[in-house]
Nanobody
């Protein structure tokens, strides 16, 4: 049984930073490519960031990002803790959304995620 729990969301002001966590149980997170998605009110779920599995990494971990967050967001992982992070800097109003993590190759049931609200 795989369980993914997002945390770290909250309300911040424009320009501030926030770090989200995705904690996994029931799997060895190091063997999985992990994605972050977000869904804003009235919009469909949107890809945000991806990080390669640690087991497949040859020269550092490959990552990819949505164009609008590139340079501001950083995805990383701590395999010893079975956690993937999303560090979000210089937050903007458009970053407001519910954020979810999931396994790229074995998509799990979408949970409640964690709410990020950016206010001016």
């Amino acid at each position: 049984q795989v369980q993914l729990v997002e945390s770290g969301g909250g309300e911040v002001q424009v320009g501030e930073s926030l770090t989200l966590s995705c904690a996994a149980s029931g799997i060895r997170f190091a063997d999985n490519m992990v994605d972050w998605y977000r869904q804003a009110p009235g919009k469909s779920r949107e890809f945000v960031a991806r990080i390669d599995s640690s087991s497949s990494a040859s020269s550092g971990l490959g990552t990819s990002y949505l164009d609008t967050v590139k340079g501001r967001f950083t995805i990383s992982r701590d395999d010893a803790k079975n956690v993937v992070y999303l560090q979000m800097n210089d937050l903007k109003l458009d970053d407001t959304a519910v954020y979810h993590c999931n396994l790229s190759a074995r998509v799990q049931r979408w949970g409640p995620g964690t709410q990020v609200t950016v206010s001016s």
